[in-house]
């Protein structure tokens, strides 16, 4: 989905924390959406609660939040953080409040099981929904109008987007950075937390995701970090191999096992955020940013640009760009 000038990007974000609130869960919203440098928007970021005061979560301490629900009346984001007793329906006047919110027009968010209560308000309803692999089957079986995606990150339906389990908060932040703000922005939150901009691949590749012993996965490193730097050159899984030290099918399947996706769809995937960035940052023709990241040609790019972000580069550039 792209942020048209028709709708304004969130400005201000409310995060609902139930009783028993995830801890990780609260500082993901507050590190992406609280306070940062001055090239960041500045977000309006507040948590809150059923009222103001103490709120237990799940490692014992209390958070002492100043805010209650009537916060989330005015927020443009919505977000329902996970807590520990998700298996009860939160209170009527959460439901109402989280409708209400999706009424007027606000995006109303969630990861892990915090889709519970959007799905407790009815909010998705004949929409497709994840959240964390352990508890997919509960949240069919709980609601069968909602279709849920076991293994996805994150699943964005528009106004109501939802997210895997635990730090893959942070997945769902960055995307809704990405979608409303470009990528240049979401990169530059993803650097701050020395975190990926974006990971390709679902749960799936954290089930049971082996962990390499013989020290390859520090070379592996160091022939990603060469190929970021390199994009402009064909770069392929045979050159990758060799320069690990490695058989094209030993590297093929050590890469899996470590970023949980193809060599082939790592580099579209970098070649495309590397784009997204030239396109919002520079007035470099697309023929030129084509060659940067490694197209043979700007059509090559629009048809990849096209089908894995539903519009072609020109359209992207002026929905986004920050050039004068």
Not at 73 to 101: C, H, Q, S, Y
Request: aromatic residues 6%; hydrophobic residues 45%.
């Amino acid at each position: 989905m792209c942020h048209t000038a028709a709708v304004p990007p969130f400005r201000t974000v409310a995060a609902y924390a139930p009783p028993g609130v995830g801890m990780l869960a609260a500082g993901i919203v507050t590190e992406v959406f609280g306070p940062h440098g001055a090239e960041l928007p500045g977000f309006d970021f507040v948590l809150c609660a059923d009222r103001p005061g103490p709120v237990p979560t799940d490692c014992g301490v209390p958070l002492s939040l100043a805010h209650g629900l009537d916060r989330l009346a005015g927020a443009d984001l919505v977000i329902a953080l996970p807590g520990a007793g998700f298996r009860t329906p939160p209170a009527p006047a959460v439901l109402d409040a989280l409708r209400a919110a999706h009424e007027r027009g606000a995006v109303v968010a969630a990861h892990c099981v915090g889709t519970f209560a959007l799905a407790a308000a009815g909010l998705l309803d004949g929409l497709r929904a994840t959240t964390h692999w352990r508890f997919a089957a509960l949240l069919a079986d709980r609601h069968p109008q909602v279709t849920v995606e076991a293994h996805a990150l994150y699943i964005d339906e528009g106004s109501t987007v939802t997210g895997a389990g635990a730090a893959a908060g942070f997945d769902l932040c960055l995307h809704l950075l990405r979608r409303e703000y470009g990528a240049a922005l979401a990169n530059a939150v993803a650097r701050d937390m020395v975190l990926p901009s974006h990971r390709d691949g679902g749960q799936a590749q954290y089930l049971a995701a082996p962990v390499p012993e013989d020290g390859r996965d520090e070379r592996l490193a160091g022939v990603l970090g060469w190929a970021r730097e390199h994009l402009h050159e064909p770069l392929p899984v045979t050159e990758l191999a060799r320069r690990a030290m490695m058989s094209k099918r030993s590297f093929a399947r050590r890469f899996t096992a470590a970023t949980g996706t193809t060599p082939h769809a790592w580099l579209r995937s970098l070649r495309l955020s590397r784009a997204e960035e030239l396109l919002e940052t520079t007035d470099l023709p697309v023929e030129e940013i084509a060659r940067r990241v490694g197209y043979a040609s700007a059509a090559v790019l629009r048809e990849q640009f096209v089908r894995r972000r539903g519009v072609p580069p020109r359209s992207y550039r002026r929905a986004f760009t920050s050039t004068p």
